[in-house]
């Protein structure tokens, strides 16, 4: 059975980092995208970050870049999320997906439907 599973979530103040995991069973990793999308109270889920499977190419939301980075360790089925610079703005409930396919711009990351999610890790910057 596929799964996914998120942690590394918390508070943090402003300026602040935080790394999210999104460790998977059941299937492996390196053959799929693994995106990252967050979800704030009362706003849309919207696309933050993600790895292709084919090359490993990566996409970021216009607001995070610079200041997070989406890794893979294939050794441990892992997918990462270092966030730095933390903002107010950036709590959320983060959640990873995964996919067979290969987006080529941050338009299809975000609007591709996925077939797999986990359950989501809280991120709340405040201070």
């Known amino acids: 059975q596929l799964r996914l599973v998120e942690s590394g979530g918390g508070l943090v103040q402003p300026g602040g980092s935080l790394r999210l995991s999104c460790a998977a069973s059941?299937?492996?990793?390196?053959?799929?995208?693994i995106g990252w999308f967050r979800q704030a109270p009362g706003k849309a889920r919207e696309g933050v970050s993600c790895?292709?499977?084919?090359?490993?190419?990566?996409y970021y939301k216009d607001s995070v870049k610079g200041r997070f980075t989406i890794s893979r360790d294939n050794a441990k089925n892992t997918v990462y999320l270092q966030m730095n610079s933390l903002k107010p703005e950036d709590t959320a409930v983060y959640y990873c997906?995964?996919?067979?396919?290969?987006?080529?711009?941050?338009?299809?990351?975000?609007?591709?439907?996925?077939?797999?999610w986990g359950q989501g890790t809280q991120v709340t910057v405040s201070s």
């Open positions: 997906a995964a996919d067979r396919f290969d987006p080529r711009t941050y338009y299809e990351f975000n609007t591709y439907e996925y077939n797999y």
């Open positions: 059941g299937f492996t990793l390196d053959h799929y995208t």
């Open positions: 790895i292709t499977s084919s090359d490993s190419s990566t």
